[in-house]
């Protein structure tokens, strides 16, 4: 008996769960993103990454619409993600990566700085990645950047760094858009139903981005 509840609960949960990303996916965000007025308009969009491996545990279903609609996409990954010792492996799994998600690798560009290190202890200065990511923009006259919102999915301080350095772009707000990837918090149950349903989750959501950072 006790096995049966559990059972319905997760179905219930499945259902709703179903529903939200239905909804989701449908919303004004997702109709709107990169399109101008209903057309098709492309652009050049850079996606904004803290660690070799966030752009396909995160990012992938967007890499993959981005580049069926013929978006020029670049991806700016700023460490190697070395806080293991693997950062020089890291690296060379996120060309791979890239190689299959159809992003040239001419366009993807990994940092290895001093100042930005891996690590839940390491600090990155805002200013310093405002500074790097401009510097990005100009060079590929960027018109979107994607990258995390402020919790950073899973609440890293480097992904939540990156979010911040981007927000110091705003000082021109009209001729850059930026999208942030919304963090969801997950029960036990979710998780669940997580699993059960990544396939078709994926299938869904060709655009996990939404809300714009800039106003």
Request: glycine content about 6%; charged content about 15%; hydrophobic content about 45%.
């Amino acid at each position: 008996m006790d096995w049966l509840l559990v059972i319905l609960s997760l179905i219930v949960l499945w259902i709703a769960s179903l529903c939200k990303i239905i909804h989701t996916s449908s919303s004004p965000s997702r109709t709107f993103f990169l399109s101008n007025g209903g057309a098709f308009c492309k652009k050049n969009v850079l996606l904004v990454v803290a660690h070799p491996d966030d752009e396909s545990m995160f990012f992938s279903p967007t890499i993959s619409y981005l580049i069926s609609r013929g978006h020029n996409l670049h991806i700016l990954c700023l460490s190697i993600g070395n806080a293991d010792g693997m950062g020089n492996a890291r690296k060379h799994e996120l060309y791979k990566a890239c190689a299959v998600l159809k992003v040239p690798l001419q366009k993807v560009n990994v940092l290895d700085r001093p100042e930005l290190q891996d690590g839940f202890g390491q600090i990155w200065d805002h200013n310093l990645l405002a500074r790097i990511i401009k510097e990005e923009v100009s060079r590929h006259e960027i018109d979107v950047i994607i990258t995390f919102d402020g919790y950073g999915v899973s609440g890293h301080c480097n992904h939540c760094d990156v979010h911040y350095g981007v927000r110091l772009l705003q000082e021109n707000p009209q001729s850059l858009q930026a999208w942030e990837l919304v963090s969801y918090s997950f029960s036990l149950f979710s998780f669940l139903f997580l699993i059960m349903s990544e396939v078709f989750y994926f299938q869904v959501s060709y655009v996990v981005c939404s809300y714009y950072m800039f106003r």
